[in-house]
């Protein structure tokens, strides 16, 4: 079989402070959306795990796809064979580690015929990172606690969206966006209450409504990250916002061909760009075979 592992933006980002018995970590509250950039997963019976990945990916990412399948196997022994092809850029706050873990979540229990629900892949996905339990239930969500709480979300009308990747790389690189906010960064997550709001009205998702608490902090930890932003607004972008913890930007196009006239435009010192489009939950599930 093969499934599709899309990215993912964060419409809103809150931290809402760090509480003693989250150990460490913040606590969030987040509404994520899939879009349509997407690494695959071929997954086949075989002797053993064997893991192949085609494209530019790093430790952690594979480390991932083989802490999934350990979650599910539970000591069992049970066998697969994993086909990743990656075109998610890595590291840029698109979650593309976490889209494939979920992807190998799902299609190793519909392969070993474990059949676990999606609350409970989610709940072993919550084990392997942050992110993970999003992406088993895809589209649009609310995310909160660690981003461990997912609550799905109906489907907002369709964005499109400049993409645009730069070729920074930082090591620990969101233990160091997180260690950068402040107390004045936190808030109480009125911003994606309203947001929420919108979306279960109907209403579209617009540059009003967006927000990212690493905002402040990006331009400050990746160098040079001014200049790309720089680049989308010369190029016609509305407004620019980081991506996740970044260093991915992403404009919004009032429609499709709005989006691909900012592309064409782009005068960029290095990266990726790329013009993509919200994905549902029903689009970000599909598989083939």
Avoid at 31 to 37: A, D, K, P, R
Avoid at 38 to 51: E, H, K, R, T
Avoid at 247 to 276: C, K, M, T
Wanted: glycine share 12%; with cysteine.
């Amino acid at each position: 079989m093969r499934l599709y592992a899309p990215a993912k933006i964060n419409w809103t980002l809150e931290a809402l402070g760090r509480p003693d018995s989250y150990r460490g970590y913040h606590e969030v509250r987040t509404v994520m959306q899939t879009i349509g950039l997407c690494d695959s997963l071929d997954i086949g019976p075989a002797n053993g795990l064997q893991l192949e990945v085609e494209g530019r990916r790093d430790v952690y990412e594979d480390d991932l796809i083989l802490r999934a399948a350990a979650a599910l196997d539970d000591g069992g022994g049970r066998g697969a064979r994993i086909r990743v092809s990656k075109r998610i850029p890595v590291a840029a706050g698109l979650g593309g580690g976490s889209s494939d873990a979920s992807a190998a979540l799902r299609g190793l229990n519909e392969l070993w015929k474990l059949g676990r629900s999606d609350a409970q892949l989610a709940e072993a996905g919550a084990g392997l990172g942050a992110d993970v339990p999003f992406f088993v239930y895809g589209g649009t969500a609310l995310a909160e606690g660690r981003g461990e709480r997912v609550t799905p979300l109906p489907a907002p009308p369709p964005v499109w969206l400049v993409l645009l990747a730069p070729p920074f790389e930082l090591p620990e690189k969101t233990k160091r966006m997180y260690a950068a906010l402040t107390p004045a960064d936190f808030s109480d997550g009125s911003r994606t209450e309203a947001l929420v709001g919108r979306i279960r009205g109907g209403g579209p998702v617009d540059d009003s409504g967006l927000y990212n608490v690493f905002e402040r902090v990006a331009y400050e930890v990746f160098a040079g990250l001014d200049a790309y932003r720089d680049a989308l607004l010369t190029a016609g972008a509305r407004r620019v916002h980081l991506a996740g913890s970044g260093p991915a930007l992403f404009a919004l196009g009032a429609d499709e061909d709005a989006a691909r006239s900012v592309h064409a435009r782009l005068r960029l010192p290095g990266g990726q760009a790329f013009v993509v489009r919200t994905l549902t939950a029903a689009e970000a599930l599909r598989r083939e075979g």
